[in-house]
């Protein structure tokens, strides 16, 4: 999923966020490669986006809070930290991919990862068997972040009191109750009204911003707790938009624990091992779905290991590999500032 907001300049850096991210990609590699007992992995994407809408939010509001809000590299940076992995992954997978599905379809699907429109047909069941279908997610944080900064602006200009929470609040709410009506009425969730836990995470974001208190010992370990059980509850197929609903609370939770406490808890998450997978998990998550669509259906059952291994080969190759060039892209992005009033 998107990353680099942990790391902007304008947020102060907490590893244990990473060992989140680590947590969240970990369990999205479960669900694929560990096969249908482990489908509930997939509620990985859903702590993603949790993080995700804190993280951006919280950018924005530090920002606000010194008087300027920088928009243009707000937009810049996301795309320079974003697009030249996709940019690799479609160009290297696309041969590969012919050879197992129309070469068309293939241009079809990977013109829409790189254009953030792909979410549409496998919304729709019109993108099967594509192995770029996990860019879905990116898709829906991409769309909502064109518009999010612009309303919160608004919203900071005009109030700054307890109105902006309540209003992300109640659009999480409304999301939800649509992603309710839409599983109801078709029997399977919706991937893009998923993305109502990047609202929850920016809600969390503006109510930390005025009240911070401390989360009792036990947030972390409960949030933890119930994160498992609904990912169990999902692989026993009885998951539902509920226990989705459930997961993101319980990462919300998670993310106040550990910005909020330094204990053995917090630790865990800023142990070495998954700050560094943390720092590439959106390299892991572009590069597991399509290597463990095509290779396995290439080479068979070597294929799937080929796949494991290659994901954090790949993913790792590809992070450190195109650190020189995002630099000096942010190098000469935009520096324009919206001024705000006082």
């Known amino acids: 999923m ?11 850096y907490v590893p244990a966020l990473d060992g989140i991210r680590a947590v969240a990609v970990g369990l999205v590699l479960l669900a694929h490669f560990g096969g249908e007992p482990f489908r509930g992995g997939a509620y990985g994407v859903d702590i993603f986006f949790v993080l995700s809408g804190f993280l951006i939010t919280s950018i924005l509001l530090r920002q606000s809070a010194a008087g300027r809000v920088n928009l243009l590299g707000f937009y810049s940076r996301r795309l ?40 549409w047909p496998i919304e729709f069941g019109d993108a099967f068997g594509s192995h770029l279908g996990h860019i879905w997610s990116l898709c829906v944080e991409e769309w909502f972040y064109l518009g999010w900064p612009l309303i919160l602006l608004l919203l900071l200009r005009f109030q700054r009191g307890i109105i902006p929470p309540l209003v992300a609040a109640s659009a999480a709410f409304a999301i939800m109750v649509l992603a309710w009506r839409w599983y109801a009425g078709n029997g399977i969730s919706s991937y893009i009204l998923s993305g109502f836990g990047i609202v929850l995470g920016c809600v969390l974001a503006l109510l930390l911003s005025r009240w911070k208190p401390r989360a009792p010992w036990w947030a972390g370990p409960v949030a933890v707790a119930i994160i498992g059980a609904m990912v169990v509850l999902n692989g026993l197929h009885v998951g539902s938009v509920f226990t989705r609903v459930a997961v993101d609370a319980a990462a919300a939770i998670l993310i106040w624990a550990l910005i909020t406490r330094r204990d053995a808890f917090s630790g865990l998450f800023s142990a070495r091992p998954l700050v560094s997978a943390g720092k590439v998990s959106y390299e ?17 059952p070597a294929g799937w290991w080929a796949a494991l291994i290659g994901t954090f080969v790949a993913a790792y190759a590809t992070h450190y590999g195109l650190l020189s060039l995002q630099d000096r892209l942010r190098r000469v992005a935009p520096r324009q500032f919206v001024a705000l009033p006082a």
């Open 2 to 12: 998107g990353s680099g907001g942990a790391h902007d300049r304008t947020l102060d």
């Open 284 to 300: 892991l998550y572009l590069w597991h779905y399509p290597l463990w669509a095509l290779l396995p259906a290439l080479f068979g």
């Open 80 to 119: 320079i930290r974003l697009m030249p992995a996709l940019v690799v992954v479609v160009a290297l997978t696309w041969w590969p991919a012919t050879l197992l599905r129309d070469a068309g379809l293939v241009a079809r699907d990977s013109i829409m990862s790189l254009t953030y429109t792909i979410a």
